[in-house]
């Protein structure tokens, strides 16, 4: 597909909008590039008119547009599709709803996170689509904590987290989904809600520490999580092997290979450890994945592959890292 012509300025959306309505209803699929452009950058204050536009569509039309522009917001850097998923997280269908949501997780921009606060914050909102919107908004606190995006809304986005995890008229999923989403979050009282959800009675709040444990980065939760490799309930060691993983200290190593040797472990926890261990890249996890490459199983050694290039990955990071600071000054 064509790069897009021009980003430059918000576009005109009346006549680009019509265009783009009558190509969808019509039944063309693939949007052409300057349609694409007439919908990208969009200004804020056009979304009422945006509403109304894509009115005239059926549910099933507007499901595919936004199907197709989150597909073209992921895949190119240059086009914003923000006004038009957020002016479509109030549709009649909830599949719609949720694709918007979806498409609102990739934009990263402020007023993509404004939408998703108002879904979050929803109590009128299908619980599914709540769901969607916290983890999206999970991954906005991620931004903010590495200092990827703007601070503007940080305390908003945090304290709507908070709150959905605390509060216990909420549904447990998506109280679990607020769990494993502030994870991320730097603040004293991050860990003591990770342990308390963690000593739930309730499946999925439990499930949800796991994942928020992972998600902190935290060394902390390792022996936590070890004994989490070894539960009756196969969701929570494979949240267990990913969270190991995700904090990356080699320590979790040794822990992996026990799984190795363990007959109770699945072909999809293996697949997990395997891709845990590249995640890891320590010269032990190293060591086990070049053993794994002969292993009879075609999909485990996909994913031992797959891993020793995340391993190299992180090993070209490394010296790049060391390269622009290689006294170790940053450190001190």
Known sequence: ?????????????????????????????????????????LAPDSAGLVSAQLAQLDSMSRFALLEQLQRIGSEFGGYDFTVVFAAMISDDDAAVRSLAVNGLAICETGGATKALLAVANSEEEDSDVRREAVTALGEVAM???????????????????HTIAEDVREDDELRASAVSAVGVVTADWVPELIEEAFQSDTAALHLGAVQAMGRSADVYWLPVLEGALVAEDEDERLAAVQAIGEIGSEDGAPMLLE????????EELIQGAVAALGEIGSEEAIEELQQLRTHPDPTVRATVQTALEEAASLDDLQDLGAARDPFGWRNE
């Open 143 to 161: 931004r903010l904590e590495l200092g990827w995006a703007s601070g503007e809304d940080a305390d908003e986005v945090v304290d709507c987290l």
């Open 1 to 41: 597909m064509s790069e897009p012509i021009s980003l430059q300025d918000a576009a005109e959306p009346v006549d680009g909008l019509r265009r783009v309505i009558a190509a969808v209803a019509s039944g063309q699929i693939e949007l052409e590039p300057d349609d694409l452009h007439a919908v990208s950058r």
């Open 259 to 266: 799984l190795f040797d363990d007959p109770s472990s699945s």
